[in-house]
């Protein structure tokens, strides 16, 4: 096989590999193969014309070519001349089909379905990014540049997956990459010529006199296992560093760049993480407050507010920052009439929480924080700049508790023209079923006030809804579908759902990310902990602004204004909510059906198990999940201990061979020993030389080994002993070797002193004879797999005659 050949194989090999990241954004997996054929119908055609030596732009034009009309046969052969021919009937079918592909990809959730257009956008993808890696690094001959667009189609995968694109994609992709580097350097040095190394690869030494010499080490395997073992610490140290979730907890994830001064805030959605918060085995802190409010159950923390809706997601727009003034502006909206009291929180943030957005009760009206700020006033939100984050930030906060009334709602005026606009904009791709459903709801509503009520109980307790943790993430239109189908989900589901029936409403509608209240301390502090992660509808009203709606069942608290019936809670009942308030409830609630509903999501009906029922319904870690994690930290702790295991079975397997019945025994017994010593002096930093004689070998490791006495008077033994085996007629009797290894090693152990000695144990050199071995066996069946066609072929061509004179 030529170069080029098995460089265009390892460049779809690569291509495929990198391809297995985009397997999870669709449902099924028949597509890649599909894929697969049309790659190597591409890469064939690079083959064929390269072995006719063509111009490299005719090798790319029939490369373009054949791909052309491969996906003309498999996308749209009813349109095409004779099936295969792109005119421009079909050239119009795949327009068309790649503009169905954009649109199912804008209202599909992921897994979306293989639709014939995202078939075409994958399989297309593919195909293009097999080409560009195809000339780049067979036909350029520069396999480095070609990890470009592998990384390319790997990082789309990845951001469009939400991080389903895991580490084994990453690890395929990876491999691939590295067999590529390795195909073109076995190129290119093949034009060297033969390699000469000074080491001998066999494992026997000199006791390979007997059973012939070695081949020399390519410094092409050399570089194999140093990119398998750059590979292996890549995957390795980023694994064990200990960090937290992304998203919330990430403080590289969006914001402003640093360096830039903070212009603008760029487009972050702390959606993606907020299901891996709620599902964490352990509620672990995240921040801590003290605050004076007399009504702590509605002191939510609100990181930032998601406007945009673009159909695929829920994200906040690109808005201008500001410097952080010493008294921020009233909000927006609010009238004088609404009662509002002030309120001050001190607030002290992890150390291990690092978030670009500061958490802030809202509205705030006067922060007092230290670090590099910025505001941006449309959400009133301070935002991170140059790298600042809350990690271990402590601040103090003055904000508003706005208490309207529900008259006051629902007399709200007209807000104003472009506020409508911007925040009731839905997109195209919106099932009609969400307007459909919102008017059936709201069927009867005086106003936009009890339209909002009415939203917000039918998911709380009316409409059947059950809140459940599990339930895949998404912020598209096929999300809000789904949920409405199957209702079920968390708070992203009910928060954004919501809010996209307002805005079809014509109620001006974002959403709000941040924390709900906690639970409360002994001390008097409050406790806000990963799973008190929490999205909840804000919806506006002109008078009033920015109103706090709560449609997720048994989460947060339900807002007095919007329970005009309901008991409220003086300051001497505050109804914290616990730690088991922020976990994932029951599939169905317990409480009695006569409790109304808002009390009921309340908690207000008494306890939501039965009596006596345990506190907690965590099933403990499964045993199986025990058992790999044992295995897997057995292996880990193994793994760098092999080569001394090794070391130790070898030494041992030597040492027990030294002595024997028989002449052949003892001689064999002395080149085991012979080997032995030289394999020590090895490991301590003395390596081979098989060009010598035993008696200059002996003589090398006394003097670089510093040995004397005992220690040098026993490498001289034991290479007398090897030269009468080798040279001696009749070898007759030898003595029994294993002392004086013993010796020998205990002199090298002393001389090379503590830290050279357990560098000697712990990591010993000669180790690497084990992939020498593993490599020689590989290539001895090679020669004889060889070896067996050709006798084949030999027969074949012996058998023909006689066949023909028969």
């Given at each position: 096989m030529s170069g080029r050949t098995r460089l265009a194989l390892c460049a779809f090999a690569a291509t495929m590999l990198a391809a297995g990241a985009l397997l999870p954004l669709v449902e099924t997996?028949?597509?890649?193969?599909?894929?697969?054929?049309?790659?190597?119908?591409?890469?064939?055609?690079?083959?064929?014309?390269?072995?006719?030596?063509?111009?490299?732009?005719?090798?790319?034009?029939?490369?373009?070519?054949?791909?052309?009309?491969?996906?003309?046969?498999?996308?749209?052969?009813?349109?095409?001349?004779?099936?295969?021919?792109?005119?421009?009937?079909?050239?119009?079918?795949?327009a068309e089909l790649l503009t169905a592909g954009a649109d199912d990809v804008s209202r599909y959730a992921i897994p979306a379905p293989a639709t014939d257009g995202i078939r075409l956008m994958l399989i297309g993808g593919v195909l293009l990014?097999?080409?560009?890696?195809?000339?780049?690094?067979?036909?350029?001959?520069?396999?480095?540049?070609?990890?470009?667009?592998?990384?390319?189609?790997?990082?789309?995968?990845?951001?469009?997956?939400?991080?389903?694109?895991?580490?084994?994609?990453?690890?395929?992709?990876?491999?691939?990459?590295?067999?590529?580097?390795?195909?073109?350097?076995?190129?290119?040095?093949?034009?060297?010529?033969?390699?000469?190394?000074?080491?001998?690869?066999?494992?026997?030494?000199?006791?390979?006199?007997?059973?012939?010499?070695?081949?020399?080490?390519?410094?092409?395997?050399?570089?194999?296992?140093?990119?398998?073992?750059?590979?292996g610490i890549a995957l390795a140290v980023p694994a064990a560093l200990p960090a937290l979730d992304g998203g919330l907890l990430d403080g590289t994830g969006g914001g402003p760049g640093g360096g830039g001064g903070g212009g603008t805030i760029s487009a972050v959605n702390p959606l993606?993480?907020?299901?891996?918060?709620?599902?964490?085995?352990?509620?672990?802190?995240?921040?801590?407050?003290?605050?004076?409010?007399?009504?702590?159950?509605?002191?939510?923390?609100?990181?930032?507010?998601?406007?945009?809706?673009?159909?695929?997601?829920?994200?906040?727009?690109?808005?201008?920052?500001?410097?952080?003034?010493?008294?921020?502006?009233?909000?927006?909206?609010?009238?004088?009439?609404?009662?509002?009291?002030?309120?001050?929180?001190?607030?002290?943030?992890?150390?291990?929480?690092?978030?670009?957005?500061?958490?802030?009760p809202y509205p705030a009206s006067e922060v007092d924080v230290k670090g590099r700020w910025?505001?941006?006033?449309?959400?009133?939100?301070?935002?991170g700049d140059d790298g600042q984050t809350t990690r271990g930030a402590r601040y103090e906060v003055s904000s508003l508790v706005v208490e309207p009334t529900a008259d006051q709602l629902a007399a709200s005026g007209e807000p104003g023209p472009g506020l409508v606009r911007e925040y009731t904009r839905?997109?195209?791709?919106?099932?009609?079923?969400?307007?459909?459903?919102?008017?059936?709801?709201?069927?009867?509503?005086?106003?936009?006030?009890?339209?909002?009520?009415?939203?917000?109980?039918?998911?709380?307790?009316?409409?059947?809804?059950?809140?459940?943790?599990?339930?895949?993430?998404?912020?598209?239109?096929?999300?809000?579908?789904?949920?409405?189908?199957?209702?079920?989900?968390?708070?992203?589901?009910?928060?954004?759902?919501?809010?996209?029936?307002?805005?079809?409403?014509?109620?001006?509608?974002?959403?709000?990310?941040?924390?709900?209240?906690?639970t409360a301390q002994a001390d008097g502090s409050v406790s806000v902990g990963l799973r008190d992660a929490h999205a909840w509808p804000e919806l506006y009203f002109e008078g009033v602004g920015w109103t706090r709606f709560e449609p997720t069942p048994s989460r947060g608290s339900t807002p007095a204004y919007t329970r005009p019936d309901a008991p409220s809670q003086g300051p001497s009942d505050p109804a914290l909510p616990t730690d088991d308030a922020s976990a994932a409830p029951t599939a169905a609630p317990s409480v009695s059906e006569s409790c109304p509903a808002q009390m009921r999501q309340q908690g207000e009906c008494g306890a939501s198990t039965a009596p006596g029922a345990p506190a907690s319904a965590d099933p403990g870690t499964p045993a199986g999940t025990a058992v790999l994690w044992v295995l897997g930290a057995l292996l880990l702790l193994t793994l760098p201990l092999a080569p001394m295991l090794w070391r130790i079975r070898a030494r041992g397997r030597r040492l027990g061979s030294s002595g024997g019945r028989t002449a052949a025994d003892a001689a064999a017994g002395v080149m085991a020993a012979w080997q032995e010593i030289t394999d020590t002096a090895w490991d301590h930093g003395i390596a081979p030389d098989e060009s010598q004689t035993p008696r200059k070998a002996a003589a090398r490791v006394v003097r670089l080994g510093g040995l004397d006495g005992p220690s040098a008077?026993?490498?001289?033994?034991?290479?007398?002993?090897?030269?009468?085996?080798?040279?001696?007629?009749?070898?007759?009797a030898v003595p029994a070797p294993a002392g004086d290894v013993r010796d020998v090693r205990a002199g090298l152990r002393a001389s090379a002193g503590r830290w050279g000695g357990l560098r000697a144990t712990l990591a010993p050199r000669s180790a690497v004879r084990v992939i020498w071995a593993l490599s020689e066996r590989r290539a001895e069946l090679g020669r004889r797999w060889s070896v067996r066609a050709g006798l084949d072929r030999w027969a074949t061509r012996l058998r023909r005659p006689s066949r023909e004179q028969g």
């Open positions: 997996s028949k597509w890649v193969l599909q894929a697969a054929f049309l790659l190597a119908l591409q890469s064939g055609a690079g083959v064929l014309a390269r072995r006719m030596r063509l111009a490299r732009v005719l090798t790319v034009s029939l490369q373009v070519l054949v791909t052309l009309l491969a996906l003309t046969a498999a996308f749209a052969r009813g349109h095409a001349l004779f099936g295969v021919l792109p005119g421009p009937g079909a050239v119009q079918r795949l990014i097999g080409l560009a890696v195809d000339v780049l690094a067979v036909t350029s001959r520069a396999a480095a540049a070609a990890g470009l667009p592998l990384l390319a189609l790997y990082s789309v995968a990845a951001g469009l997956s939400d991080g389903g694109a895991g580490w084994l994609w990453f690890l395929l992709a990876a491999c691939g990459y590295l067999l590529l580097l390795l195909a073109e350097g076995r190129d290119r040095l093949s034009r060297w010529g033969r390699v000469f190394g000074g080491v001998s690869r066999t494992s026997g030494g000199l006791a390979a006199g007997l059973e012939g010499s070695g081949r020399a080490l390519a410094p092409v395997r050399t570089g194999r296992r140093i990119g398998v073992v750059a590979l993606v993480s907020l299901q891996d918060n709620l599902n964490q085995p352990e509620n672990r802190e995240v921040m801590s407050y003290r605050t004076d409010s007399g009504s702590p159950q509605d002191f939510y923390l609100r990181i930032l507010a998601l406007d945009e809706f673009s159909g695929g997601e829920w994200r906040p727009s690109t808005r201008t920052l500001r410097d952080v003034p010493d008294r921020l502006p009233r909000p927006a909206g609010l009238g004088g009439d609404v009662a509002v009291t002030e309120i001050r929180t001190n607030i002290s943030a992890s150390r291990a929480y690092q978030q670009t957005y500061l958490p802030l910025r505001y941006e006033p449309e959400g009133r939100t301070l935002v839905v997109p195209p791709s919106l099932p009609a079923v969400v307007e459909e459903t919102a008017e059936q709801v709201t069927a009867g509503a005086a106003d936009d006030y009890e339209r909002a009520v009415r939203l917000q109980d039918w998911f709380a307790s009316e409409g059947g809804f059950r809140y459940d943790t599990t339930v895949a993430s998404g912020t598209g239109t096929a999300a809000v579908e789904r949920f409405l189908r199957d209702k079920e989900g968390f708070c992203v589901h009910f928060s954004f759902t919501m809010a996209a029936m307002a805005r079809t409403l014509g109620i001006p509608a974002r959403v709000a990310v941040g924390f709900t209240p906690g008077a026993a490498v001289h033994r034991v290479a007398g002993a090897v030269e009468q085996v080798l040279y001696a007629p009749e070898p007759g």
